[in-house]
């Protein structure tokens, strides 16, 4: 089907459950299921897409995260844990099991910071920068392959909506 066709005179499996709901609750209002429903089921199909290239790099989407977000330092693509942390909105935990993982593939490397010995800093290794840069582009075609599939007017429009609703739900921008 052509992706441009307008979707909204398909019935799909969430209208068929609002449906369900009217019929058997008719005092209550499923609309906002039509939002929510959408939003969950186009989460699941892109997250499905955007694996399906992580692995063809040997990569968890979470290992994908922090490469990027090192290769993103510049420079010698280094970040403190902290710093880690706090852009891959993960748990210290769940960081220190991906850079364990990443370290063990060669892909990145902790050293001591040495005006602090006790600190520490994790870095790409020449291996690690190499997969990364090859990934980031193949991810970011893969992104542009899905966007295909919004009109490129709706494009602004989507992501302004998506940008201004996060903002009353969560206070980082």
């Known amino acids: 089907m052509d992706p441009h066709i307008s979707a909204h005179r398909i019935a799909d499996r969430v209208e068929r459950i609002q ?56 420079g010698a693509c280094e970040r403190s844990p902290s710093e880690l942390a706090a852009s891959t909105m993960v748990t210290a935990g769940a960081l220190t099991k991906r850079v364990d993982r990443l370290e063990r593939s060669g892909l990145v490397r902790r050293r001591r910071v040495s005006s602090d010995g006790r600190a520490r800093v994790v870095g790409l290794t020449a291996e690690g920068r190499t997969l990364i840069d090859a990934a980031i582009e193949a991810h970011l075609a893969n992104e542009r392959t899905l966007l295909e599939a919004v009109p490129e007017p709706d494009r602004a429009e989507l992501e302004r909506i998506m940008r201004a609703w996060l903002a009353t739900l969560s206070d980082e921008l």
């Not at 209550?28 to 989460?43: E, I």
């Not at 997250?47 to 995260?65: H, K, M, N, P, S």
């Open 19 to 74: 449906e369900e709901w009217r019929r058997a609750r008719p005092d209550l209002d499923p609309s906002p299921q039509g939002v929510f429903g959408r939003l969950a089921r186009l989460t699941d199909a892109i997250d499905q897409e955007l694996d399906r290239v992580f692995r063809a790099y040997g990569l968890t989407a979470g290992e994908f995260d922090v490469l990027a977000t090192l290769r993103r330092a510049g």
